[in-house]
Every structure is written in structure tokens, then in C-alpha cells.
């Protein structure tokens, strides 16, 4: 079993950074892969980013070259970052953290990011 947790959200103008955090805690080394994810209002969940333990990484066209994904890894828990920089309006959206295992996805609550002046 692994545990999900997000932070990191908030109110931010357009031009602006966020880092968001999620840390995974459990089972964490059945993980294969962590990712974030993002659902504007009326939406489908799409991918904004993902990573695996060897530290490789894909992003979406649309924040591609503003976004940065990272992880960190403690003894129990693998955190991984979302670095969010040049926000635009568009990115508001509920993000929300997967930690993937071979079996099933483990998500977290999502935390709200607002882009507005």
C-alpha cells in the first residue's frame, strides 16, 4: 500500500512560479514511476508530467521547458516535485500526484492551483 500526499497549491499571477510537493510513504519500493496530473473544470485529467526511479522523465507539450519534475528519496518516502514556472491562466486546474506500481496507481487528494491577476 502506498499513501499520497500533495501540497503546495495556491493563488498565483500569470508569470509566476509554484513548486508543488507529494510525498509517497508505504510500499515505495514496489514505485515505478510518480507523476503529475491536472484537471481544469469540466475536463478529462490529463498528464503534465512523469519520472522514474532512474531519473527519466516526460512532459507535455503544453508545459514543456517551464515545468521541471524531480523526486527525492528518503529512507520511507519518495518525494517528488513539480517545479511550475511562466504560469498562464490555462494551468489552473486541480493537480493531482500518482505513484505508479506494476499493479495499480495510487493517487493523492489533488491540490488546487489558481493562475489569475
Known amino acids: 500500500q502506498v499513501h499520497v500526499v500533495e501540497s503546495g497549491g495556491g493563488l498565483v499571477q500569470p508569470g509566476g512560479s509554484l513548486r508543488l510537493s507529494c510525498a509517497a510513504s508505504?510500499?515505495?519500493?514496489?514505485?515505478?514511476?510518480m507523476g503529475w496530473y491536472r484537471q481544469a473544470p469540466g475536463k478529462q485529467r490529463d498528464l503534465v508530467a512523469t519520472?522514474?526511479?532512474?531519473?527519466?522523465?516526460?512532459?507535455a507539450a503544453s508545459v514543456k521547458g517551464r515545468v521541471t519534475i524531480s523526486t527525492d528519496n528518503a529512507e520511507n518516502t519518495v518525494t517528488a516535485y513539480l517545479q511550475m514556472n511562466d504560469l498562464r491562466v490555462e494551468d489552473t486546474a486541480v493537480y493531482y500526484c500518482k505513484a505508479g506500481t506494476y499493479t495499480r496507481a495510487y493517487w493523492g487528494q489533488g491540490t488546487q492551483v489558481t493562475v489569475s491577476s
Open positions: 519520472i522514474t526511479p532512474a531519473g527519466s522523465t516526460n512532459y
Open positions: 508505504g510500499t515505495i519500493f514496489r514505485i515505478n514511476s
